[in-house]
């Protein structure tokens, strides 16, 4: 062979060896992500009176347990065959808590029973996660304690569920707080309505963030209060809290203010699981990791997260399953 000729087949094969690690170097880099489901094993998150809107009955609280096993059972390997890796557990007052029993509802897990699920969901490689939203607006699970937001006693019992969670799930890397939508027009048909506002708002935020660093695990939230409070969140908000910035719509344009906030917490650096749902479009999921890989510095993207926003029921079978489909898909393209 000669010497050009030798030259450029060590060169064509140099290049093939360099698209192949760098294919590798990208593959790897996707599985690295965080590929999240949120799963509601409570969805007693809202008070509403007269359904408004002719919204499902699921909005008013329920005494009994909305969920079915046989579809969790279903959802779980369907979610490792699409390459998802975490689930993020709402669990409200779906726990017979040690700390206050008194909140579970009907049905509700044993201690123990979580446990075991926990244990299977790890030998699935899905990596487990609890939510307890302490939004005003999404607190219904706390049973009687929604009605004592701020008091001496709401903060004993945050403060005893957050740590009997933290050590069920054996100090989780992440816990998410929720704090989403809570103001006046999220509540309009709330029979007993509670709004923290100003330095309220973030001395309990605060509490409640402190009191996941204290378990060891770190504090994530849903970051809408960003969209209306501009200025006040990037001086107040920590870096170490991970923030869940959503929209569901399909436009994807700077002009929607909760589009320009992914934007906003890329610019002043601040670690992202940026969220999407098939709640009101079927496309949602997929645009969102489009937009977000090309606006978010990649060491500030930790992941996407899914979020079909109906109860872990059979009857919502096909939601589940064509919401992990989209994620599926999605990944496909940052291949």
Request: aromatic share 12%; with cysteine; proline share 4%.
């Amino acid at each position: 062979m000669e010497r050009r000729e030798f030259l450029k087949a060590t060169g064509a094969a140099a290049g093939v060896a360099l698209a192949s690690r760098a294919l590798g170097a990208q593959e790897k880099g996707r599985k690295d992500m965080i590929w999240a489901n949120l799963l509601h094993l409570s969805l007693n998150m809202w008070c509403d009176w007269d359904n408004p809107d002719g919204r499902e009955s699921y909005t008013n609280r329920s005494p009994d347990l909305r969920f079915d096993e046989p579809m969790w059972n279903e959802i779980l390997p369907a979610m490792t065959g699409a390459g998802m890796n975490m689930v993020i557990i709402d669990l409200g007052d779906g726990v017979q808590y040690e700390s206050h029993p008194e909140i579970a509802v009907k049905g509700a897990w044993s201690r123990d029973k979580l446990r075991d699920e926990l244990a299977k969901l790890r030998k699935m490689n899905l990596e487990p996660i609890p939510k307890m939203n302490f939004s005003a607006t999404h607190d219904t699970w706390l049973g009687p304690y929604s009605h004592c937001v701020s008091s001496e006693k709401y903060y004993t019992v945050c403060k005893e569920l957050i740590s009997e969670a933290v050590a069920l799930f054996d100090k989780p890397r992440f816990f998410h707080l929720g704090m989403d939508e809570e103001g006046e027009e999220c509540q309009r048909s709330y029979e007993y309505a509670v709004i923290r506002q100003h330095d309220l708002w973030w001395r309990d935020f605060y509490f409640l963030v402190d009191q996941v660093e204290k378990g060891g695990s770190r504090a994530w939230i849903w970051s809408d209060y960003l969209w209306g409070h501009k200025e006040l969140f990037l001086k107040k908000m920590p870096k170490t809290v991970v923030q869940s910035n959503w929209y569901y719509g399909t436009k994807f344009d700077k002009s929607e203010r909760a589009v320009e906030a992914y934007s906003d917490l890329a610019d002043n650096g601040y670690d992202q699981v940026p969220t999407g749902s098939n709640w009101s479009s079927p496309e949602c999921f997929g645009l969102t990791v489009d937009y977000c890989v090309k606006n978010i510095p990649r060491e500030k993207l930790l992941g996407f997260m899914q979020t079909p926003w109906k109860a872990t029921l059979t009857k919502f079978r096909q939601r589940h399953l064509d919401a992990i489909e989209q994620v599926k898909q999605s990944q496909a393209k940052l291949i």
